[in-house]
Nanobody, 124 residues
Framework: QVQLVESGGGFVQAGGSLRLSCAAS????????MGWFRQAPGKEREFVAA????????YYADSVKGRFTISRDNAKNTVYLQMNSLKPEDTAGYYC?????????????????WGQGTQVTVSS
């Protein structure tokens, strides 16, 4: 069982930046690929970014590519999402997720553990 706790959400003006963190209780964190998803009101949850267990391989949704960066610190059991040039359409609850394997994935069904989420609100 892996427990995930997100932090770092908040309120920011368009063009601003936020960094989300997700702390994991995993015994060997490098065995878990990690992902970030988001869900806006009235919309389905969507993929944002993913990173493999070693931290080398990443995926991004087209909507965030070039603005968001996912990274991880396996010594701290933590994954990060650096969000720059934020837009109002980035407003959503952001969820951290973990896989039981170190291979990154894009789909919700590939992830086995989920955090409670952290809210990001971007004003225009």
């Amino acid at each position: 069982q892996v427990q995930l706790v997100e932090s770092g959400g908040g309120f920011v003006q368009a063009g601003g930046s936020l960094r989300l963190s997700c702390a994991a209780s995993a015994r060997t964190f490098s065995n878990n690929a990690m992902g970030w998803f988001r869900q806006a009101p009235g919309k389905e949850r969507e993929f944002v970014a993913a990173i493999g267990g070693s931290g080398i391989n990443t995926y991004y949704a087209d909507s965030v590519k070039g603005r968001f960066t996912i990274s991880r610190d396996n010594a701290k059991n933590t994954v990060y999402l650096q969000m720059n040039s934020l837009k109002p359409e980035d407003t959503a609850g952001y969820y951290c997720a973990a896989r039981r394997v170190p291979v990154r994935g894009r789909a919700e069904y590939e992830y086995d553990y989920w955090g409670q989420g952290t809210q990001v609100t971007v004003s225009s």
